[in-house]
């Protein structure tokens, strides 16, 4: 079956400290994975995608196939970190994407 | 700027009601979506349109209808609205370039429906 996993509903942590995202995947093929976010009061958007291996914001992810996981890290949060953080798979022909259930990151000052 | 818009942004209906959720996009995408949101389960698929022609059902379709009346119009219909479909309703939309689809989903402002 074809399934995001994020375990936390809600990470919190305060500024300056290291953050990770946690994501697990199970699928039946080579999937691409993302991650959208979701700031208060905005639109969800791409935060970054796998495949670009790039660094968003100071956020990164690196897909693990042995682990099937795609966790997202960055070293020092921010305030404006702060939101709903949602990982996503899709498969190779396809643009559906299944999400997780999501993972609030609250920083604090 | 290009953008995806819904209407309306906010709806509170009664059981039994049929409810028309609007989308429109000045993207220029082929590619539409419909998803809902709810506490704790994230963002679920309702349908997905890959052109005018082709419609699909997501993996939550039932009680749910679309209709994709040009390129940049989907629409959601709820056929006799319920209270379990109280919920905040995305319109998404992608853009396929290239022979692999790495793309990425627009996605609307929401419209949050609530059925009493």
């Known amino acids: 079956a074809q399934r995001v996993t994020q375990p936390e509903k809600l990470l919190s942590v305060f500024k300056g400290a290291p953050v990770e995202l946690k994501c697990n995947y199970s699928y039946s093929g080579s999937p691409e994975l993302f991650w959208y976010v979701q700031y208060s009061r905005q639109r969800l958007q791409l935060l970054l995608r796998h495949i670009s291996r790039e660094s968003i914001k100071g956020f990164t992810a690196d897909l693990n196939k042995g682990e099937t996981s795609f966790h997202l890290k960055k070293p020092f949060a921010q305030e404006e970190d702060s939101a709903m953080y949602y990982c996503a798979l899709s498969g190779i022909s396809t643009d559906k994407l299944i999400f997780g259930t999501g993972t609030r990151l609250q920083v604090f000052p | 700027d290009a953008d995806v818009t819904q209407t309306p942004r906010n709806r509170i209906t009664k059981t039994g009601k049929r409810i028309m959720l609007e989308c429109s996009q000045t993207?220029?995408?082929?590619?539409m979506y419909w998803y809902r949101q709810d506490p704790g389960l994230g963002l679920r698929l309702i349908y997905y349109?890959?052109?005018?022609?082709?419609?699909n059902k997501g993996e939550i379709s039932d009680g749910y209808s679309v209709s994709r009346q040009a390129q940049a119009k989907f629409s959601l219909s709820l056929e006799s609205a319920i209270p379990n479909q109280t919920a905040l309703y995305f319109c998404?939309?992608?853009?396929?370039?290239?022979?692999?689809?790495?793309?990425?989903?627009?996605f609307g402002p929401g419209t949050r429906l609530t059925v009493l």
């Open positions: 349109s890959f052109d005018v022609k082709d419609i």
């Open positions: 998404a939309t992608s853009d396929r370039t290239g022979a692999r689809s790495y793309n990425e989903q627009f």
């Open positions: 993207k220029g995408h082929d590619r």
